[in-house]
């Protein structure tokens, strides 16, 4: 899928988001903000080098300077990457200190490392010593104070600056909203029986990688009784006929944004069974309950206070007991899914709904209710 947004629309998304970052800097009075995070330097810059790379080795890195320059330290002949980003005032040579590429000049190499972020923040900072970072190993977070420069949490600055979006981003968003649906159509399209998790899985990457996009943050794609709990990740387990399949992208998609969106459907496109189709509804039934209430200045104590509740009742918990096979699973949802919603719930809806729950498993000897109840409370 070829992007439509046009390259005006990009680079007003640009120059907003490092707006964004510059006005955080002067809210908290520090003269810079050193960005490793590369979600933020993708954020800052649109420059996007060997992002997940970089998320656990700390070897490219970035400074928006209070009065002064935003500067990109990129690996030694990667520059050319940046060509054409806006942003970008000055692009070094990064300098690493991590023991994996320096060993034993790892010592070294901080020390260098300081000496030039220390001499950065000696021209722009106007006497300011308070240095913002988002990420940073001990390390270097010793050198900079040694150096009489006071630490910053910058972790604050950045989501903070990242919680508003302009509409060129929502732009940007919509598309990669698209690229998403492209790929959960791409999952629908392959959901027949016998198609394992992760075959399932790799469509929505295949669609995602060629259009631009980046990289899914999780894996979480399952089927039948893999669904409960959730947050299994996917696995070679093959997909039967008529079983619930769930998943949440997290994906990473183009222009650096996430879609995160959840779908469930029936393997080889049958009709859902009454079970499915009740907890089915009853999901979408909470979708449309929290959507209706969203409303412009609508705080977040408020949104959490007339958000939908899952309902206690004892047509929630009713059961057959014992359980067949099948009443466990309930093609992917389960009677444990009924024990633990009921669990999150206010302690006084808890008491009424144990009273039925052991009434329910006063029918069956082989099971001791008291085991049972330590387990649920």
């Not at 030039?116 to 001990?138: F, P, S, T, W």
């Not at 979006?165 to 919509?174: A, F, T, V």
């Not at 295949?206 to 947050?231: H, I, Q, V």
Request: hydrophobic residues 40%; charged residues 25%; glycine residues 8%.
């Amino acid at each position: 899928m070829i992007s439509p947004v046009s390259q005006i629309t990009l680079d007003k998304a640009r120059a907003y988001r490092l707006g964004r970052f510059r006005e955080q800097i002067e809210l908290h009075d520090v003269a810079g903000l050193l960005l490793y995070d590369p979600i933020n330097i993708r954020y800052a810059f649109d420059s996007s080098n060997m992002q997940v790379w970089t998320s656990h080795n700390p070897v490219r890195y970035a400074m928006i300077l209070a009065n002064g320059p935003a500067i990109l330290w990129e690996f030694k002949g990667c520059e050319h990457l940046n060509g054409g980003l806006p942003g970008i005032d000055e692009i070094r040579t990064a300098v690493s200190w991590m023991f994996m590429t320096k060993g034993d000049k790892a010592v070294e190499g901080v020390e260098t490392w300081a000496d030039e972020i220390a001499d950065l923040m000696l021209q722009h900072g106007g006497g300011n010593k308070r240095i913002a970072v988002d990420k940073l190993g001990g390390p270097g977070l010793h050198a900079l104070e040694t150096r009489g420069f006071t630490y910053v949490e910058g972790t604050e600055l950045t989501e903070r600056a990242r919680s508003i979006k302009s509409p060129e981003e929502i732009e940007l968003m919509r598309w990669t909203i698209q690229v998403c649906e492209a790929g959960m159509a791409r999952i629908y399209e392959h959901s027949v029986p016998g198609a394992t998790e992760r075959e399932l899985w790799a469509h929505l990457h295949f669609e995602n990688a060629r259009s631009g996009g980046d990289w899914l943050e999780t894996k979480l794609l399952t089927c039948g009784p893999n669904t409960n709990p959730w947050y299994m990740e996917c696995s070679n387990r093959a997909c039967r006929e008529g079983e619930m399949i769930s998943f949440d992208t997290d994906m990473t998609g183009p222009y650096g944004y996430c879609a995160d969106l959840s779908r469930s459907w029936i393997c080889g496109y049958r009709p859902m069974t009454n079970n499915q189709r009740r907890v089915y509804g009853t999901a979408l039934d909470q979708i449309n309950h929290n959507l209706d209430i969203l409303k412009p200045s609508l705080s977040f104590a408020e949104f959490n206070e007339k958000s939908w509740r899952i309902p206690i009742s004892t047509s929630t918990i009713a059961i057959q007991w014992p359980p067949t096979a099948s009443a466990w699973r309930m093609n992917g949802l389960s009677f444990r899914f009924t024990l633990i919603s009921m669990r999150v719930q206010c302690r006084a809806g808890l008491n009424k709904a144990w009273s039925s729950v052991s009434k329910a498993l006063s029918r069956n000897k082989a099971l001791k209710a008291s085991s049972l109840k330590r387990r649920f409370w």
